[in-house]
């Protein structure tokens, strides 16, 4: 199976720019990549046995008139994931306010990348998948938010796409005069193909976690605590009418076929033609599950820390917060699987 990279100009709002395709030589299996929206890879489709594409990334009806990037596809985000309280941290001696970008306008959220221009560094197609490379330098896309963090950086972000997974393999760079705290998550939204519910009580998930950060109005106030009965998916059960917007952490999943991921989530539903595993290495230890109002789609988003991980670092609760000295760089991977019936 060959694939290949096409790059097509696309408008969605007041965004218009490249838009990347992944897809194989016989279009079983496609992806697009939008660079001017935070880079998202707002689609994942499969071909059906009717020849439609049907959709494992959900993306808002009103995407081409209202390209929101943190609420379609898989929004990136960096250098902090969730709530940062009060938009303020401190580190080193040093407090830092940043824009107050939540829908409550209290605090700060999901960082600087998902809604701001990347760079494409890289695309290729061969024999068993095409990738495209983006990256987002702070001092380069977004120089007016320098003053809001403690260094310059560069998150390298590539996806590649397999017959039967979407693979998303990150580098952090600290280009900066001193240390650079970050922390880095994904927030897909997943629907399944073969699916034609209006919503997604029937969708059945299982979660390899153990604890969760208890939250008030919002935000985890720094203590974990076991999973309550409502919450526990570590066995798979139907989502039902449960209203999911919870950072859990410990995750206890098995690690897939020596590949150095552990799985840590699974979606089915009865209809669908196939499932979803979603595997991520070691360093991100929290997720986040996630049911939108509309309940047409199902986040689930590996996290390498807790929401206001910055503030609870600085208290030395252990959140996953991490720091790279000068010159310093960090990797990690996650991988999205497919399992066609």
């Known amino acids: 199976m060959a694939f290949q990279v096409r790059v097509?100009?696309?408008?969605?709002?007041?965004?218009?720019?490249?838009?990347?395709?992944?897809?194989?030589?016989?279009?079983?299996?496609?992806?697009?990549?939008?660079?001017?929206?935070?880079?998202?890879?707002?689609?994942?489709?499969?071909?059906?046995?009717?020849?439609?594409?049907?959709?494992?990334?959900?993306?808002?009806?009103?995407?081409?008139?209202?390209?929101?990037p943190t609420r379609s596809g898989h929004p990136i985000l960096f250098p902090f994931p969730g709530r940062l309280r009060d938009g303020r941290f401190t580190f080193d001696g040093t407090t830092y306010q940043l824009p107050l970008t939540d829908n409550t306008k209290l605090h700060s959220i999901h960082g600087f990348t998902p809604r701001n221009q990347w760079r494409v560094a890289d695309s290729n197609g061969d024999s068993d998948f095409a990738f495209v490379t983006g990256e987002f330098s702070l001092s380069k896309n977004l120089p007016e938010a320098l003053a809001f963090w403690?260094?310059?950086?560069?998150?390298?972000?590539?996806?590649?796409?397999?017959?039967?997974?979407?693979?998303?393999?990150?580098?952090?760079?600290?280009?900066?005069?001193?240390r650079m705290p970050f922390g880095l998550g994904y927030h897909g939204y997943f629907r399944l193909p073969g699916v034609t519910d209006a919503d997604v009580s029937n969708y059945v998930l299982q979660a390899h976690v153990y604890e969760i950060w208890e939250a008030e109005s919002n935000l985890p106030t720094g203590w974990r605590k076991e999973l309550p009965a409502a919450l526990d998916f570590r066995t798979p059960r139907a989502v039902g009418a449960t209203a999911?917007?919870?950072?859990?952490?410990?995750?206890?999943?098995?690690?897939?076929?020596?590949?150095?991921?552990?799985?840590?989530?699974?979606?089915?539903?009865?209809?669908?033609?196939?499932?979803?595993?979603?595997?991520?290495?070691?360093?991100?230890?929290?997720?986040?599950?996630?049911?939108?109002?509309?309940?047409?789609a199902v986040a689930i988003e590996p996290y390498s820390c807790s929401a206001d991980a910055a503030n609870f670092w600085a208290r030395g609760i252990d959140s996953g917060w991490r720091v790279l000295e000068k010159g310093g760089e960090w990797e990690g991977a996650v991988e999205y699987r497919w399992d066609a019936n």
């Open 244 to 296: 999911l917007d919870n950072v859990f952490t410990g995750v206890s999943g098995l690690e897939a076929q020596n590949s150095g991921l552990i799985e840590v989530a699974r979606l089915s539903h009865p209809s669908a033609t196939g499932g979803l595993r979603v595997l991520a290495d070691k360093s991100f230890r929290e997720l986040v599950l996630f049911t939108p109002a509309h309940r047409g």
């Open 150 to 178: 403690p260094a310059d950086f560069v998150l390298s972000v590539t996806y590649r796409l397999y017959a039967d997974k979407l693979r998303v393999d990150a580098k952090v760079e600290n280009r900066g005069a001193g």
């Open 8 to 68: 097509n100009e696309r408008t969605a709002g007041d965004k218009s720019g490249a838009v990347y395709e992944l897809i194989d030589a016989a279009e079983t299996v496609r992806a697009e990549v939008w660079p001017q929206c935070g880079f998202n890879c707002l689609k994942w489709q499969v071909r059906q046995r009717d020849g439609s594409w049907a959709d494992i990334l959900f993306h808002m009806p009103d995407w081409d008139a209202n390209p929101v």
